[in-house]
């Protein structure tokens, strides 16, 4: 069985920071891209940024210049760092990666159980 595991949630005020972290676990033969999603209350879940397993990266012009990822192969985990943050950053955020178990020859998806960023004063 495969897993995503994420922390690093919470509240904070606008202009702060958190960090996400989550780490895949199980019996994993290769990850291919991973990546964070947010779903905000009433909208659809949208990409926010990915990486390859090179660390080539993508993010959704909304958090250019603010918001970081950056995996580490080794431990099967990626992580977003998130800079002055912003009352519309409040969503829940959603690890997802395309995953290849051990003894498979194919990729598929999994996801994470969330972890909610609140941005308030």
């Known amino acids: 069985q495969v897993q995503l595991m994420e922390s690093g949630g919470g509240l904070v005020q606008p202009g702060g920071s958190l960090r996400l972290s989550c780490a895949a676990s199980?019996?994993?033969?290769?990850?291919?891209?991973m990546d964070w999603y947010h779903q905000a209350p009433g909208k659809q879940r949208e990409l926010v940024a990915a990486?390859?397993?090179?660390?080539?990266?993508n993010y959704v012009d909304s958090v250019k210049g603010r918001f970081t990822i950056s995996r580490d192969n080794a431990k099967n985990t990626v992580y977003l760092q998130m800079n002055s943050l912003k009352p519309e950053d409040t969503a829940v955020y959603y690890c997802?990666?395309?995953?290849?178990?051990?003894?498979?020859?194919?990729?598929?998806?999994?996801w994470g159980q969330g972890t909610q960023v609140t941005v308030s004063s």
């Open positions: 997802h990666a395309k995953i290849r178990r051990s003894g498979s020859s194919y990729f598929y998806d999994y």
């Open positions: 990486i390859n397993y090179g660390g080539g990266t």
């Open positions: 199980g019996s994993i033969g290769s990850i291919n891209v």
